[in-house]
């Protein structure tokens, strides 16, 4: 089964600050990648989705690499401000199942 | 245009009875899902469908748990003989094809007493 880590947990940093969050899998079998942010209350919001031939996305402030090999990617936000505040989580897609395996999330707190 | 519908949006159950969670997807995706999430946990995966028929319900975890999409847009979570286990936000997605984002709804959050 496919397990799906995400490190830190939480964080704390500034406004304006870059950052990275990262996001590890067992199986490099993948078909894609996503990355949802959460609010509280609130459904997940899709950000930015890779595909498994495609070495990263960009979107705005934010860019998503993958590294299939190492079943890794990362999730950069450049200038990071407090709307940025929520849960961060990404999502692995096993090849050809439709099936979603979710990380735990990042919960990031972007003080003004 | 329209997202992602779910309602109701809360439910509060006494253990043992029957609910019924409705998920209304966007118009034109064929591809929906029902995913379950727990506090400070990631969507765990219950079921996807692909136009009408159920395609994996690997991650129903009891024969309690029952899903239909009768005619290939709104589908509907049943689960019968509800446990306070079965507390948790209960979140649907539904998406274009593989290839596309899902879109989430805001969830029902069930409670069961």
């Known amino acids: 089964k496919q397990e799906v880590t995400q490190i830190p947990a939480a964080l704390s940093v500034p406004e304006g600050e870059n950052l990275v969050l990262n996001c590890s899998f067992t199986?490099?079998?993948?078909?894609?990648l996503q990355w949802f942010r959460q609010d509280p209350g609130k459904g997940l919001t899709s950000l930015l989705l890779?595909?498994?031939?495609?070495r990263e996305q960009t979107s705005g402030r934010l860019n998503a690499s993958l590294d299939k090999s190492s079943g890794r990617s990362t999730l950069y936000i450049a200038a990071s401000q407090p709307g940025d505040s929520a849960t961060y989580l990404c999502?692995?897609?096993?090849?050809?199942?439709?099936?979603?395996?979710f990380g735990s999330g990042t919960k990031l707190n972007v003080k003004p | 245009g329209a997202g992602v519908s779910q309602t109701p949006s809360n439910k509060v159950t006494e253990k043992g009875k029957y609910v019924e969670l409705r998920c209304d997807p966007i118009?034109?995706?064929?591809?929906l899902y029902w995913y379950r999430q727990s506090l400070g946990q990631g969507p765990e995966f219950l079921i996807y469908?692909?136009?009408?028929?159920?395609?994996?319900d690997s991650g129903l975890p009891n024969d309690r748990f029952f899903a239909v999409r009768p005619e290939g847009s709104v589908s509907t979570l049943k689960i019968q003989r509800t446990e306070r286990g079965d507390s948790a936000v209960y979140l649907c997605?539904?998406?274009?094809?593989?290839?596309?984002?899902?879109?989430f709804g805001n969830g029902t959050r069930l409670t069961v007493t």
């Open positions: 997605a539904s998406s274009l094809n593989q290839n596309s984002p899902l879109h």
């Open positions: 199986d490099s079998a993948i078909y894609n």
């Open positions: 890779i595909q498994s031939s495609q």
């Open positions: 999502a692995v897609e096993h090849d050809n199942f439709n099936k979603f395996y």
């Open positions: 118009s034109g995706h064929t591809a």
């Open positions: 469908f692909q136009g009408t028929g159920a395609a994996d």
